[in-house]
């Protein structure tokens, strides 16, 4: 059987678990030979490359932490080991529940660090190698609170909306050969959603938002990292892409 990424080499970050996961899965299932980037999940990013494997698939696991540019830097001669670099999701993230009051100057700087200058620093390395290659795709993961705003998120919505604003200028920058989209989620059952980061009645507030009035799941974010990815995206660049359950109508 022959898959949509058939030959491609992706690199997806934060992929030991939700999200990531489920998008290194879907994309090694699709031919795709995968890098999985994790932080500290040693054994669940161990268990996603067996998951994979079992399957026929082909997947490494590699430990980085998406602020460190050493760390990225050693991530992605790891990845020229395997070959050229075809498709980046630059997945990584947190997020932090906290009124604007109360947000330390440090609280700001972790959460920018990780989120923003992650994905720059992340982005950065595979759009050096993508240039001028026709084929190639960056995916930033965005968020749906990057056009609503949210009290007690102010640090993580404005992280979001910063990877808007880079996906955009990275779409014009690197045209006609690299194509860069976002991908911004609404409310979806991970364990960024758990309680040790969300109270409950943000959880809840969250799927009232949306129009379908239901948490989504990390398959339906796969799913659009897929096409996103694959063949029939070819005339998308710049966009934000919102499986969000209609929380937002641009
Ligand atoms: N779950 C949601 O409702 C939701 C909604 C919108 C956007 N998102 C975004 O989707 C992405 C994935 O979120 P998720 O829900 O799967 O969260 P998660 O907490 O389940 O997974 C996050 C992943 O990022 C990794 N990570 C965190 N800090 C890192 C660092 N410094 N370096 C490298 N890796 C690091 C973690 O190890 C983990 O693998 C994030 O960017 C998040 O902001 C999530």
């Not at 500290?40 to 590699?62: C, L, N, P």
């Not at 007690?152 to 604003?165: E, P, R, V, W």
Request: glycine share 10%.
């Amino acid at each position: 059987m022959t898959g949509q990424l058939d030959g491609k080499i992706a690199l997806v970050t934060g992929a030991s678990r939700g999200i990531g996961k489920a998008i290194a899965e879907i994309f090694a299932a699709q031919g795709a030979t995968v890098v999985l980037s994790y932080r500290s999940g040693t054994d669940e990013a161990a268990a996603v490359v067996s998951g994979i494997e079992a399957h026929g698939g082909k997947a490494i696991a590699i430990a980085a932490d998406v602020a460190n540019e050493q760390q990225i830097v050693a991530l992605y001669e790891a990845v020229d080991a395997i070959g050229p670099l075809d498709i980046l999701v630059n997945n990584a993230g947190v997020i932090l529940e906290k009124p604007l009051l109360d947000t330390t100057a440090d609280d700001f700087d972790w959460l920018m660090n990780v989120n923003l200058r992650g994905q720059f620093l992340v982005g950065r390395e595979a759009l050096r190698r993508m240039v001028g290659r026709d084929g190639t795709r960056v995916i930033n993961i965005s968020s749906d609170l990057s056009f609503t705003g949210r009290e007690d998120f102010s640090a993580y919505c404005a992280s979001k909306g910063a990877i808007n604003a880079l996906t955009k200028s990275w779409a014009r920058e690197f045209a006609p050969h690299v194509l860069v989209n976002a991908i911004a989620p609404g409310p979806i059952d991970t364990d960024m959603l758990d309680l040790e980061n969300m109270s409950a009645e943000w959880a809840e507030k969250e799927k009232e938002l949306t129009v379908l009035k239901r948490i989504g799941t990390v398959d339906e974010i796969s799913a659009v990292a897929l096409f996103l990815a694959g063949p029939g995206s070819t005339y998308l660049s710049g966009q934000i892409i919102g499986p969000n359950g209609g929380s937002v109508m641009p």
